[in-house]
């Protein structure tokens, strides 16, 4: 590990302060994916700036039309909100199947949106859920938001503050959970947004999450659910293309019974 400084913030703008006027440095929040990158040498940072703990990121809220949770919100908290687990039930369950006790106890919804790992859950909820990612500077629609293999549209030290869902009428997640890891080998999540109609995204199987429009249409028009076509499947040691793509058909279509 190379060395740092940490610092824990007093507040959001001491955090944004010190990012704008250090280009090296990087917010820590549950330090789940930060802290292994740090020790095997793949990122190196010259502070680390803790907002794990600040105020202004906490806390979780049902508002007239939307879910409101704070960036440094931990997973668990979501898991067992029974505000998440009424207003936005796949959500809920999402949040409880993601890694260990450990990763949902310490990892955080804002630290796992602003990494965008590809494999990783809340970023299917984001994109089905038609969410918006709020920073301490601008609003950023989910579409907008991911841009491909850990890439978002995220500027250097801008910090998301939390994300506003869409409520549903209906939600629902599965996932195909990697052995070892517990990360998605393919993970779907379909939302009923009523007038905006049914919104299905795909975690895990492809170099990002993206939004699986034919297999929308089928559930609009009564047809089984399509074999995935995407011209973005991952295929590494863990899974070919092929079989990812049969793994996220099936979680779509569990996703989708659940829904119905
Ligand atoms: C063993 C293991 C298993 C896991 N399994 C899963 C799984 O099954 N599913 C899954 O989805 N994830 C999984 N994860 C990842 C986990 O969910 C982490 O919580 C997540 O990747 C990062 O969140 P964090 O709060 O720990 O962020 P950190 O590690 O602290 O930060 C991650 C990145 O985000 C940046 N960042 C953090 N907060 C903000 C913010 N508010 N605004 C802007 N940038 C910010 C940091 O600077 C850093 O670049 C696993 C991790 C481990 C170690």
Request: proline letters at 5%.
């Amino acid at each position: 590990m190379h060395a740092f400084e940490y610092r824990r913030a007093a507040s959001l703008s001491e955090a944004v302060r010190t990012l704008s006027q250090d280009s090296e440095a990087r917010p820590l929040a549950g330090g789940m994916t930060l802290i292994p990158s740090l020790k095997h040498r793949l990122n190196q940072v010259s502070q680390l700036i803790d907002i794990g703990g600040l105020a202004d990121l906490q806390g979780i809220a049902v508002r007239t039309d939307h879910l409101w949770i704070g960036a440094a919100t931990r997973h668990q908290q979501v898991a067992d909100s029974a505000d998440v687990a009424r207003a936005v039930p796949g959500l809920a369950c999402l949040a409880g199947l993601i890694g260990d006790p450990q990763v949902r106890t310490r990892g955080t919804i804002g630290g796992s949106v602003a990494n965008n790992d590809p494999a990783a859950d809340y970023p299917a909820a984001v994109l089905a859920l038609d969410a918006v990612v709020v920073t301490e500077r601008r609003e950023l629609a989910a579409a907008d938001f991911f841009q491909g293999f850990f890439m978002t549209a995220l500027e250097p030290g801008e910090l998301i503050t939390g994300i506003r869902f869409k409520l549903p009428r209906r939600s629902a997640y599965a996932k195909f959970k990697h052995p070892a890891s517990g990360y998605a080998m393919a993970g779907v999540f379909a939302a009923d947004l009523g007038a905006a109609g049914l919104r299905v995204a795909v975690t895990g199987a492809g170099g990002g999450v993206f939004r699986w429009t034919a297999a929308e249409q089928a559930w609009a028009s009564g047809a089984t659910v399509p074999t995935l076509d995407h011209p973005d499947l991952l295929e590494d040691i863990h899974a070919p293309a092929r079989y990812r793509a049969h793994l996220a058909k099936v979680m779509c279509e569990q996703a989708l019974r659940e829904l119905a």
